[in-house]
């Protein structure tokens, strides 16, 4: 079974800080994809960055980059320059890459919350 | 707008109705997917479709729960009696129908802005 654990309830952030939210993961799964949302306060789920399992760099997304460390079974999300607009549940999630696999396995979540 | 729609976006329904909610997948997505989100908690996956056919059902989805895509594109979800640990909000996606990849991210789950229900 897979499983994804984030540790931090609530995180909270100087404006234009970096954050770093946490994220680790638990698969028997060879081939595997790990991805992080943001869910703002309207509910919506938000596609942020994907890093695959056999990828060996990092994935970056804009102000979005994905410190993968595939020993430690960690995926943690690392947002630069935080902006006030950040503010918002984020989630991690994973989903096997094996034929008929398809289902998302997601984290608690992560409260990030942005001060001016 | 070509995202994934729901509708209602808000449902107050007393205990024992039945409730019916609609998902419309961006056009070119052949999969679908229902997902249930408990207050506090991440997204648990309920059932997925690729095209027409229902290919996978959480055990979450008990016998009171049926989902439909009868022509491979719009998607419903009825709950029959309702219970009142059916508040929740229920969340659509979309996707690709191709193999996992970065570079076409045909991976990528568009979500909807999902349905709350609230049972009374």
């Known amino acids: 079974a897979q499983k994804i654990t984030q540790t931090q309830p609530g995180m909270f952030v100087q404006e234009k800080e970096a954050v770093t939210l946490d994220c680790t993961y638990d698969t028997s799964d060879p081939s595997y994809g790990l991805f992080w949302y943001k869910q703002p306060s309207s509910g919506e789920m938000i596609f942020l960055i994907y890093?695959?399992?056999?990828?060996?760099q990092n994935a970056t997304e804009g102000r979005y980059s994905l410190n993968f460390q595939k020993a430690r079974k960690s995926a943690n999300l690392v947002i630069s320059a935080s902006q006030l607009g950040d503010s918002a549940m984020y989630f991690c999630?994973?989903?096997?890459?094996?034929?008929?696999?398809?289902?998302?396995?997601f984290g608690q979540g992560t409260r990030l919350t942005i001060n001016p | 707008d070509t995202g994934v729609s729901q509708d209602p976006r808000h449902k107050i329904t007393k205990r024992g109705q039945n409730v019916t909610f609609r998902c419309d997948p961006i056009s070119e997505h052949n999969r679908l997917y229902w997902y249930r989100q408990t207050l506090g908690q991440g997204p648990e996956f309920l059932t997925y479709f690729q095209n027409e056919a229902q290919l996978e059902k959480s055990r979450l989805l008990s016998d009171r729960f049926s989902a439909e895509r009868p022509k491979g594109s719009f998607s419903t979800l009825e709950i029959q009696r309702t219970e009142q640990g059916d508040s929740a909000m229920y969340l659509c996606a979309s996707s690709l129908g191709l193999r996992a990849s970065k570079h076409n991210r045909a991976y990528e789950q568009y979500f909807g802005p999902g349905t709350r229900l609230t049972v009374t």
């Open positions: 999630a994973m989903r096997s890459i094996i034929q008929g696999a398809q289902k998302l396995v």
């Open positions: 890093q695959g399992s056999y990828d060996q």
